[in-house]
């Protein structure tokens, strides 16, 4: 029997309540409507009083959880979409993510964000914030890109004192699938090798992970064998892993689906260029998703994102240099 990313994130949900007391999700329509996704289908019913609905303030839900959790609690808020979070931006980055600094109290919430596109999803329903979250202090940000990352991580989450950012791929709750949830996991601030590779290295995370690697299953035919590294987290992030990754190949490709200006592909070609230049055949390169909105078409949302078509040619040009 085979389990999705997102049941795994419900799964991971249920084992945090049962083990921890302190532990309760706090959104909008989260109780026995199940939450916008259903990845709280009937944990109201598993644990009463403890999956509880929100006023429609994304700003007010994320107050009270860090007050609750001030007072000792570890909530999981769960945000409709990751848009919406940032009517919540005061909240989370000057009071979660400042806390500890101020008053050596830790604040130990989870904030689970819906992210990225689908297609017909639109501007408001599409973006990925990883970046934002990212630029500040004292956020840890997740980016689960597997099955056993979504359970693993979530519930690793939920044990940190450190506001966690987590943001799960829509486009993967149904579409990915694992055998079992796993027994033991990398922590997060470890990236992993999902794919091994001689000719270059290609740095992603989330679902970019998955077009990354159809991409270089597409240039093996061809002679070209890349290695692929899942970041897994951002925040932190792991230099060393990619500088060792690219220590083997010599060529960088970053691929994201957030926007180009800034973000995670251009912090991670910095810290290569800056402390492993000499590692380089090549100039590195990154690839985003175009600088505008999220567009509503499908077919105008499929070219405005990365694909494993358009990762491949970015890496053919690169291989070529």
């Known amino acids: 029997m085979s389990i999705t990313y997102l049941e795994a994130i419900r799964a991971a949900q249920a084992r945090a309540l049962a083990d921890d007391p302190r532990v309760f999700i706090y959104g909008e ?56 979070s940032t009517v919540a931006l005061n909240q989370i980055v000057n009071q979660a993510g400042t806390l500890f600094w101020r008053t050596e109290l830790p604040c130990p919430i989870v ?42 991580m979530l519930l690793e ?17 149904y579409h990915l699938k694992a055998e079992q949830l796993p027994t033991e996991a990398l922590p997060i601030g470890k990236a992993r090798i999902a794919r091994e590779g001689r000719d270059m290295t290609i740095v992603a995370y989330s679902a970019m992970v998955h077009e990354a690697l159809a991409a270089a299953e597409e240039l093996e035919p061809e002679g070209w064998k890349v ?22 190949t010599g060529r960088l490709l970053c691929v994201g689906e957030s926007w180009p200006w800034g973000g995670v592909t251009a912090e991670v070609i910095a810290r290569v260029a800056s402390e492993g230049f000499g590692l380089l055949d090549a100039p590195p390169q990154r690839l985003n998703s175009k600088d505008t909105p999220v ?9 405005h994102r990365p694909t494993a078509r358009s990762i491949a040619a970015a890496a053919r040009r690169l291989l070529r240099q």
């Open 29 to 84: 329509d989260v109780g026995q409507f199940g939450g916008a996704f259903k990845a709280t289908k009937n944990l109201a019913d598993e644990f009463p009083g403890r999956v509880k609905d929100s006023p429609i303030s994304e700003d007010a839900i994320v107050g009270f959880c860090v007050g609750a959790a001030i007072e000792g609690m570890r909530p999981i808020v769960e945000m409709q979409f990751a848009d919406f």
């Open 111 to 152: 904030v689970r964000l819906p992210c990225g596109g689908t297609s017909g999803g639109g501007p408001f329903h599409s973006q990925n914030l990883e970046t934002v979250y990212s630029h500040f202090p004292g956020l840890v940000v997740a980016t689960p890109a597997t099955v056993e990352d979504a359970y693993s």
């Open 157 to 173: 989450s939920v044990a940190l004192d450190d506001p966690v950012i987590f943001c799960e791929h829509k486009l993967l709750y």
């Open 227 to 248: 290695e692929v590294v899942d970041l897994r987290s951002v925040k932190p992030l792991d230099t060393d892993t990619v500088m060792a990754s690219v220590a083997r």
């Open 295 to 303: 567009p509503y078409h499908p077919s105008l949302w499929a070219a």
